[in-house]
T-cell receptor
Framework: GENVEQHPSTLSVQEGDSAVIKCTYS??????FPWYKQELGKRPQLIID???NVGEKKDQRIAVTLNKTAKHFSLHITETQPEDSAVYFC??????WGGGYNKLIFGAGTRLAVHP | GAGVSQSPRYKVAKRGQDVALRCDPI?????LFWYQQALGQGPEFLTY????????KSGLPSDRFFAERPEGSVSTLKIQRTQQEDSAVYLC???????????FGPGTRLLVL
């Protein structure tokens, strides 16, 4: 089955710096890659996603890149702010057998700390 | 509008007790997922419903875990004869369809003593 590896497990940056989190996946059939942000004790919230028909997507300070050949995708946060501090999870999915749904396979998470 | 809600938010159970965890998805969402999140880990898939039909239960760790969604809306995850290794946060997510965003609930934190 699909396996998603995420690095680094912890990341500490100064406010204003950029942060990059990388994920690799094993199943070449995976075609949907969301990123979730989870603050302590809160629900995971989608911050950006990308489908396999594009290589890059941006939303203000956040961008995601996808390399299908290498089977890896990355989250880029620019001009980091203290409120970006949280755990970030990448996930990969494909249409499940029988169709009509996609279960997410998550990485282990990256704890990002942005210091003022 | 209202997001996904779950209850209870916290549950402490003695080993061997049965527990029931409730999920109220976003109104109109066809797809409903249950995930288990161990401390310091990413969520892991448990089971999937499309309306009232349970189409995938491949992630349920044992036959002590049972889920239902009888009317295609509210779902209940039941764990029988709880064990310490069942301690985790149980997350519910709903979506409007294939590859639509999965919106998560706040989770139920289960502690089995």
């Amino acid at each position: 089955g699909e396996n998603v590896e995420q690095h680094p497990s912890t990341l500490s940056v100064q406010e204003g710096d950029s942060a990059v989190i990388k994920c690799t996946y094993s199943d070449s059939a995976s075609n949907y890659f969301p990123w979730y942000k989870q603050e302590l004790g809160k629900r995971p919230q989608l911050i950006i996603d990308i489908r396999s028909n594009v290589g890059e997507k941006k939303d203000q300070r956040i961008a995601v890149t996808l390399n299908k050949t290498a089977k890896h995708f990355s989250l880029h946060i620019t001009e980091t702010q203290p409120e970006d501090s949280a755990v970030y999870f990448c996930a990969a999915s494909k249409e499940a057998w029988g169709g009509g749904y996609n279960k997410l396979i998550f990485g282990a998470g990256t704890r990002l700390a942005v210091h003022p | 509008g209202a997001g996904v809600s779950q209850s209870p938010r916290y549950k402490v159970a003695k080993r061997g007790q049965d527990v029931a965890l409730r999920c109220d998805p976003i109104s109109g969402h066809v797809s409903l997922f249950w995930y288990q999140q161990a401390l310091g880990q990413g969520p892991e898939f448990l089971t999937y419903f499309q309306n009232e039909a349970q189409l995938d239960k491949s992630g349920l760790p044992s036959d002590r875990f049972f889920a239902e969604r009888p009317e295609g809306s509210v779902s209940t995850l039941k764990i029988q004869r709880t064990q310490q290794e069942d301690s985790a946060v149980y997350l519910c997510a709903s979506s409007g369809g294939f590859q639509e965003t999965q919106y998560f609930g706040p989770g139920t934190r289960l502690l089995v003593l």
